[in-house]
């Protein structure tokens, strides 16, 4: 125990000494959560609309009227024809096209249903996406009240009834990737600056000088795994405050589940971080392994695009991904408001990610070569 | 006392360490004495439960150290080559640290480094990276000798060393070894072996001798020529075509020569180099020192 204790002491001591880590620690938040949250989200507002009436009739009009009031879109031109428009969007001018053929309003009048098109730019598939979301709700609407008008017909239209937006009400697409971005920069902090300094002894050599002393290989690794745990803790404090302070962001579930996923979580991270420096001989294959695992970590866990849509193979292998365990536990809980019972899975998966990782780790230390 | 048998190790291709067996007594300054790469440090590294053997045994004070392991790290002080105590922790942070991982503390054995850390406690809150060569040797003596050794293992203590503070450094040592330390260095400096009980003379992972220093010396029963000259390249030069020359090599400022007849004289080789148009200021009769005896072992099995 107080093998432990010297140890602990010993890293803090450098730690707080080292003049590049700690303003790292504490100045990284902050950028990330400005500049990487404006880059990475979309504006969903202003997307571009061309509509081709061919109906010309009251029903096509209400749509039309709903479109210029909604704040999301801006109705760039009422083109006549389907061709024009298709050109407009052919030559990026307009970002979706809505075709209303002519005989709308009557289809729905004698037959209870009508058919309109609506074409959307899909290279930026999740811009496509969102809008056409965005659409499908506004022609439920529309469908509503006609139904109301109409009230003869109650059983008028097919009624999508899309759930996207329960949770993020306003659309408000910072409020999808805050949490992402924060679970990212706990990852980096917990990750490399373990594997970093467990392999800077190795470097500098002061790793001989320990492997001759009684200190046991799991009080090493926990000696190093303590600290950035700690650190990666209060950098999620801090990005949430930042992240509360600057954009508002909810806070809908509980702290403590949170917290307590992290804590979890952290020790899975640091265990792999630790894992590949255990492996390595200079930082530079440290950095190597990291960003690779990270990069992987990163563009599987759903932090930039939705994991339902992922190759069969990709949301197998997000199993052994803790990241998206975390990507999960905290959108829920902060815009969800999940609790303990919602994040039972995510739990047991991480913790058991954890207990390998670290074992892995202290296994594979090595003082004798 | 400290048995290695048969010991060999090897990295890839090169046999760093090539069957070496020797005893070593307890309470001995024992010096292995040997040029960059003879295996000195592979060997210290297998001592100290580092590094495990391809082959052969080691017995530390009836300890193996690849079985306990545990046992031997602690009764070892061990100061690698290469400094390795943290830079960025104090000289006494450092011995803190060390102390408390050894389970001691540093009242506790204090008289054991008293006469060492007493020279660095001035400086005790100053990060171990921004100290001198001296210091930082000290500083690594102290955290080694921390927790009451048996043995000391001391790897090129004096590389990187002023002159005086490798005067003062033999200085400690001796005094450690009143203490009834055991006491195990490496160097590649042929004039520190005079200061040790007895040396191993090491090359290529090759024990060439073991002996005390002057019996070494006195085992080297050829005549040696000291010759000082003008040109000592063309001089060299030579020499080695001489049909009568055993060896000859750059010693210092001068050259030092080795006759293949048992008994020439001085005035054959100045006559010899004044055939050759050599122009010399003395050619003399010395007596062999520990470097001497090295090249000439080593000469042999070359
Ligand atoms: N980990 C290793 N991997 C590969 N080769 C090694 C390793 N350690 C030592 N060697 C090789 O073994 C030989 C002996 O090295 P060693 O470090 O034991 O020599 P040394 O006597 O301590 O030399 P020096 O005075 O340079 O410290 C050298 O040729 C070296 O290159
Ligand atoms: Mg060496």
Redesign the pocket.
Known sequence: MRILLALLQKEFLQIFRNRTMLPLIFVMPLVQLIILVNAATMDMKNISITVADMDLSSTSRLLINKLEASPFFKLEELSINKEDAIDRLQDNKTDVVIFIPNKLEADVNREGIGKMQIITDAIDASKAQLSFGYLSNMIRELNLSIAINQQSLPNLNQIKSEALYWFNPELNYKYYMLPAIMAILVTIIGMFLSALNLVREKEVGTAEQINVTPIRKSHFIIGKLVPFLIIGLLELTLALLVAKILYDLPVNGSLLVLYTFAFIYLVAVLGIGLLISTKSQTQQQVMMLSFFFLLVFVLLSGAFTSVDNMPYIAQKLNRLNPLYYFMNVIRMVLIKGAGFSDVFLEIRSTLVIAIISVSLAVFSYRKT? | MIEFKNIHKS??D?H??DDVSLRIEEGELFGFI??????????FRMLNSLLIPDEGQINLFGLDPVKEYKKVRQIIGYMP?KFSLYYDLSIEENLQFFATVFGTTIEENYHLIEDIYKQIEPFKKRPAGKLSGGMKQKLALSCALIHKPRLLLL??PTTGVDAVSRREFWEMLQKLKEKGITIVV?T?YMDEAGLCDRVAL?QN?KIHAVAPPSEIVSQFSDPLYTIKVKNNYKSLQALRQWEFCENVYPFGETLHYLDKRNNVSADVIEAYLSSQQLTFDKVEMIQPDIEDCFIALTHNVG
Request: hydrophobic share 30%; proline share 9%.
């Open positions: 070569t | 990295f890839e090169v760093a360490v040997g040029p960059d790469g003879a295996g000195k440090t592979t060997l080559g790897d090129e490496s590649p090491m992972g």
